[in-house]
Nanobody, 120 residues
Framework: QVQLVESGGGLVQPGGSLRLSCAAS????????MGWRREAPGKQRELVAR???????NYADSVKGRFTISRDNAKKTVYLQMNNLKPEDTAVYYC??????????????WGQGTQVTVSS
């Protein structure tokens, strides 16, 4: 069983930045694609960004050019750098680990989520 623990959420003003981190347990972190999803109040959970085991990145159109996903296999950690945040980015952000190495493989594990609130 893999555990994913997110950190780095909080309250930020519009135009500000946050960096989310997700630390994973388990010994095979480098073999699997990782990702971030979010769920805003009253909306369905949606993809934010994902990264393959080899570092290929994929983003939702709504965050392209503002968010960057990265991974550090030695630390078994995936990051989400969020810049130029907008009120519509307010959501609970979940870290995910996929069932395979490709970023389009299915999600197998979820973290508990971290709240990001963008408000003045």
């Amino acid at each position: 069983q893999v555990q994913l623990v997110e950190s780095g959420g909080g309250l930020v003003q519009p135009g500000g930045s946050l960096r989310l981190s997700c630390a994973a347990s388990g010994s095979d972190f480098s073999m699997y694609a990782m990702g971030w999803r979010r769920e805003a109040p009253g909306k369905q959970r949606e993809l934010v960004a994902r990264i393959s085991s080899g570092g290929i990145e994929n983003y939702a159109d709504s965050v392209k050019g503002r968010f960057t996903i990265s991974r550090d296999n030695a630390k078994k950690t995936v990051y989400l750098q969020m810049n130029n945040l907008k009120p519509e980015d307010t959501a609970v952000y979940y870290c995910t680990q996929n069932s395979g190495s490709a970023y389009f493989s299915s999600v197998k594990y979820w973290g508990q989520g971290t709240q990001v609130t963008v408000s003045s």
